[in-house]
């Protein structure tokens, strides 16, 4: 099967910067996209910013400038650097990867998976 670890977040002040990372493991073939999405409390979980192997990027308009996605095919691992925090950054942060193609012991597959979530706080 197919995991992904995330580490990184914690708290930070305002205009400060924080790392995400997010290592899918398991056999896997390939992985098409993979990204962050966030969720903050009241509010629906939203796009931050998606990757694709080739290294096209999909960034929301809220971290345009501020947030660096990339990735590490070799490894399965994708990064978020986060800068220029703003309070309105504070949120569950999420690790996504679509179209993973593995080998599930007895045939291969391709499924999207979740990351578990980490906890983004940005203090004013």
């Known amino acids: 099967q197919v995991q992904l670890v995330e580490s990184g977040g914690g708290l930070v002040q305002a205009g400060g910067s924080l790392g995400l990372s997010c290592a899918a493991s398991?056999?896997?073939?390939?992985?098409?996209?993979m990204g962050w999405y966030r969720q903050a409390p009241g509010k629906q979980r939203e796009l931050v910013a998606l990757?694709?192997?080739?290294?096209?990027?999909n960034v929301a308009d809220s971290a345009e400038g501020r947030f660096t996605i990339s990735r590490d095919n070799a490894k399965n691992t994708v990064y978020l650097k986060m800068a220029s925090l703003k309070p309105e950054d504070t949120a569950v942060y999420y690790c996504?990867?679509?179209?993973?193609?593995?080998?599930?012991?007895?045939?291969?597959?391709?499924?999207?998976?979740w990351g578990q979530g980490t906890q983004v706080t940005v203090s004013s």
């Open positions: 996504k990867a679509e179209r993973v193609v593995y080998y599930s012991g007895s045939d291969w597959r391709s499924n999207d998976y």
């Open positions: 398991g056999t896997i073939i390939s992985i098409d996209r």
């Open positions: 990757i694709t192997s080739g290294g096209g990027t």
